[in-house]
């Protein structure tokens, strides 16, 4: 294999990034490399920034669409004007770290494999690269790229081939490059390159910084048009032999999805979205198999002929499939009235479904028609933060997997109606999160310092996953009275992020915010630990709650009285850990203020959204999008 590399990058009215993406090549260290640089057509000043950066350089190559292609199109123009057999692509409006590239060369010749994938992926705002959105730990790092990784599970690592990587020459044409006929052109390579039995590693200590708040991404303007489920469709299809027939059910059936589901979601919920054989079955031969097998769709197997024999024809075709299985714009009349009648579908389908329970409550369902009419009429929606109610110290308990978004949820609380006064992230130890907490004057405070021993006190194991850690995190958070300096003090979920101004008192009196995450043993659990019922039957779990330092040691001292021991044995002793969703510490405290002190508290929608991570972006995108939220959780549990 040659010892060279070329960095390709593919370029469309990115005239204000370009510069630093290209410079960012330059500071590689590479002894012997090119850069090809293609413009699909843009109609700012990018062919001009193009022209003034290879002007004094002669390793630089430029090439000119004559008309708009799209982003495949260009990376595999990019491709054929490639000297080198291996490959990079880099986005233009985004910065390869120094070192990053000459890393992952070495990796590739010394596994001599077909290509190599990065170890993270930092999400920064803008032109600032100190403000982070996000951070994407990919897996598989020092090991085999799997196929099952190109559909995402929770709790599953991320495939590091939904992001650039580098390849070999050989390798792309393998795989058939870029796909041209749909908007997912990054995540259709994946496929190919997995799919057709093309072997990859995770390189170690490689990370590439990703820009996104100085456009919406392309991922997030197909799905505002409509066009996720073609697209993923027209992946998927590509590769029917490698799932499993379930899978290969869904992906044919997908015009049948509901507004909004998510093609891949649905794959991803299966126990086993693959064949059991899928890795040995991955190879074009494999595929010229299954297209004769007498159990293919009978459309697949005439598009893939078609492919085989006539490709410009199977190019027009794919685009109007495209338009056919496109569903219509979120901001299209259309789309809004199909939101509604979703929403209107789901209320009555959870209404008939109380009224049709063993355990059919009639407090229960008033409660819920009474959050959901108060949810209507926007009560309490327009809150007004001014002046600030003096300063409050911010408690933020977190793990790796949340990391990413800490600081996008600290900001937010700029939108409340307190100052902020220290910030103090409870973690497990880590050099990283010490790092960040010093980098940004937050306060680190070790976890297991401040419960010792208390984690494996607990026995919280459910259908084989120890979740005794998310417990865990929840007395940790009662804890926060040893460390916080301020009378009271704000408990944030490093998952949620503040879309609109928050009022935690109002008239004088603490506000808890109501959603619909009921769950009968929250309320089981607070009449074990107190011995009395909770005087709501709507659910104040809320993603963030105001914690007065008085009241809530008041609170654990009362509990220790009932039960003779420290407050979190006691907890731990009361409640049912057998159960999945056994304790809430906002639903607990909550509850024991309106029942102690009722006339100091009341109750307002909290008009929180549950996202998937994938929904991720700027904040200023998220208000645009959700005009009707005031805080948004990314919760990683969440598929769709």
């Known amino acids: 294999m040659s010892k060279g590399l070329t960095i390709i990058i593919p370029c469309y009215n990115c005239e204000k990034t370009l510069g630093e993406a290209f410079k960012s090549c330059f500071r590689q260290g590479l002894d012997n490399f090119e850069i090809v640089m293609v413009d699909d057509a843009s109609t700012d000043g990018t062919k001009a920034a193009m022209k003034a950066l290879a002007e004094n350089h002669g390793n630089v190559k430029t090439v000119f669409h004559d008309k708009n292609k799209g982003g495949g199109a260009a990376r595999n123009t990019a491709v054929a004007h490639a000297s080198y057999d291996a490959i990079f692509c880099l986005d233009s409006d985004d910065i390869l770290p120094d070192g990053t590239l000459p890393r992952m060369l070495a990796m590739l010749n010394e596994k001599s494999c077909d290509g190599i994938g990065l170890s993270r992926s930092v999400k920064f705002r803008g032109t600032d690269l100190s403000d982070i959105a996000f951070v994407s730990d990919f897996g598989y790092v020092n090991e085999r790229i799997p196929i099952e990784s190109l559909v995402e599970k929770p709790g599953k690592p991320l495939c590091p081939l939904y992001s650039v990587f580098m390849f070999t020459k050989d390798a792309f044409k393998t795989a058939g490059g870029y796909p041209t006929d749909h908007g997912f052109d990054t995540q259709g390579f994946a496929w190919r390159f997995l799919g057709n039995g093309l072997v990859a590693y995770g390189c170690p200590d490689t990370t590439y910084l990703h820009r996104v708040e100085m456009h919406e991404s392309y991922y997030i303007r197909e799905d505002m048009s409509g066009r996720t489920n073609a697209n993923w469709r027209m992946i998927l299809e590509e590769f029917l032999f490698l799932l499993s027939p379930k899978a290969q059910e869904i992906v044919l059936g997908s015009e049948r999805l509901s507004y909004g589901e998510n093609l891949m979601d649905k794959v991803a919920e299966l126990d086993q979205p693959f064949a059991t054989d899928a890795t040995s ?75 049709s329970a063993r355990s059919y409550r009639p407090d229960l369902v008033a409660a819920y028609l009474w959050l959901k009419i108060h949810t209507a009429l926007k009560v309490g929606f327009d809150q007004a933060v001014e002046p600030k109610k003096g300063t409050v110290d911010v ?191 906002y639903e607990t405290y909550a509850n024991w203020i309106a029942l102690r002190y009722p006339q100091d508290s009341m109750r307002l929608p909290s008009y929180n959204a549950p996202m998937p991570r994938s929904a991720l972006r700027p904040e200023e995108a998220l208000r645009r999008d959700m005009p009707h939220k005031k805080s948004v959780s990314f919760h990683s549990h969440i598929n769709s």
């Open 281 to 355: 079955l991955a190879c074009r031969d494999s595929r010229k198999t299954y297209a004769t097998s007498k159990e293919v769709n009978a459309e697949w197997l005439r598009l893939y002929k078609l492919e085989q024999n006539d490709p410009g024809t199977f190019h027009t075709v794919q685009k109007q499939r495209r338009d056919k299985f496109s569903e219509p714009s979120h901001k299209s009349l259309r789309g809004i009235v199909l939101r509604i009648v979703r929403k209107v579908s789901r209320v009555k389908k959870l209404i008939l479904d109380i009224l």
């Open 395 to 585: 408690v933020v308990p977190t793990v790796a997997k949340d990391f990413g978004l800490i600081k996008s949820s600290i900001a937010s609380l700029a939108l409340m109606d307190h100052n902020v006064g220290s910030v103090y992230i409870i973690a497990p130890r880590s050099n990283e999160i010490e790092t960040f907490c010093v980098e940004n004057k937050y306060t680190y405070v070790d976890e297991d310092a401040l419960l010792p021993g208390v984690r494996n006190r607990i026995h919280h194991i459910i259908n084989g996953i120890d979740l005794r850690g998310w417990i865990f995190q929840q007395l940790l958070k009662y804890s926060a009275t040893d460390i916080v300096k301020t009378g009271k003090f704000i408990v944030l979920d490093s998952d949620t992020i503040l879309l609109r101004p928050h009022a935690f008192i109002q008239d004088e009196k603490h506000v808890f915010f109501q959603s619909t995450e009921w769950n009968q043993e929250y309320f089981k659990s607070f009449y074990s630990i107190f011995t009395e019922k909770a005087p709501h039957r709507t659910s104040l779990v809320s993603h963030m709650m105001l914690f007065d330092v008085v009241r809530l040691t008041e609170m654990k001292r009362e509990i220790e009285s009932i039960h003779g021991k420290i407050w979190h044995d006691s907890i731990l002793s009361a409640i049912d850990l057998s159960k999945h969703s056994c304790f809430s510490e």
